[in-house]
């Protein structure tokens, strides 16, 4: 799960794709395309939102994404349009590229929809967020599943 910070939208996903999963079976983590907030909590609304939901992101430390993650994961995806063409830019092969998906393409085909920077925003847009999210990481489970 990519996004810009990893303090906000992608530390959410994560937690929410690795609460619908089975550890031993899928391995999720998050990273941010920009290192300004490198080794920070996830953001405190982020962090209240999860936990409304039942869901600890109290773990996660914010991390820069990294070429080698293409190696380590098998999907990569990228909250908007400006974390994809980041990530794109340094795919070096068709395969790694083919990896890259805009998460919210999981829910509304081809649209190429972004999940909304909420970081500047008001509280209501964790939870806006967090309703995407969790819709999109059901949808996710489910192809993994079939
Ligand atoms: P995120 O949100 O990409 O969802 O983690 C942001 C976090 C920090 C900043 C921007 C977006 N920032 O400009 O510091």
Same mark, same amino acid.
């Given at each position: 799960?990519?996004?810009?910070?990893?303090?906000?939208?992608?530390?959410?996903?994560?937690?929410?794709?690795?609460?619908?999963?089975?550890?031993?079976?899928?391995?999720?983590?998050? +990273?941010?395309?920009?290192?300004?907030?490198?080794?920070? /909590?996830?953001?405190? =609304?982020?962090?209240?939102? &999860? @936990? !409304?939901?039942?869901?600890?992101?109290?773990?996660?430390?914010?991390?820069?994404?990294?070429?080698?993650?293409?190696?380590?994961?098998?999907?990569?995806? +990228?909250?908007?349009?400006?974390?994809?063409?980041?990530? /794109?830019?340094?795919? =070096?092969?068709?395969?790694? &590229? @083919? !990896?890259?998906?805009?998460?919210?393409?999981?829910?509304?085909?081809?649209?190429?929809?972004?999940?909304?920077?909420?970081?500047?925003?008001?509280?209501?847009?964790?939870?806006?967020?967090?309703?995407?999210?969790?819709?999109?990481?059901? =949808?996710?489970?489910?192809?993994?599943?079939?």
């Amino acid at each position: 799960m990519v996004c810009l910070g990893n303090i906000c939208r992608s530390p959410l996903a994560e937690g929410i794709l690795a609460s619908k999963v089975d550890p031993e079976d899928v391995f999720v983590d998050s +990273a941010g395309t920009a290192a300004y907030h490198v080794g920070e /909590l996830p953001d405190s =609304r982020s962090i209240e939102v &999860a @936990k !409304k939901y039942g869901i600890d992101l109290s773990y996660q430390r914010a991390r820069k994404f990294t070429v080698k993650d293409f190696a380590k994961f098998d999907r990569i995806y +990228a909250m908007d349009e400006h974390n994809y063409r980041n990530i /794109l830019s340094l795919a =070096r092969n068709k395969q790694e &590229a @083919k !990896k890259v998906t805009m998460i919210l393409n999981e829910i509304h085909p081809q649209q190429n929809l972004s999940v909304p920077d909420p970081y500047y925003g008001s509280d209501d847009g964790f939870e806006n967020i967090y309703q995407m999210l969790d819709e999109a990481c059901e =949808r996710i489970v489910e192809k993994l599943q079939s």
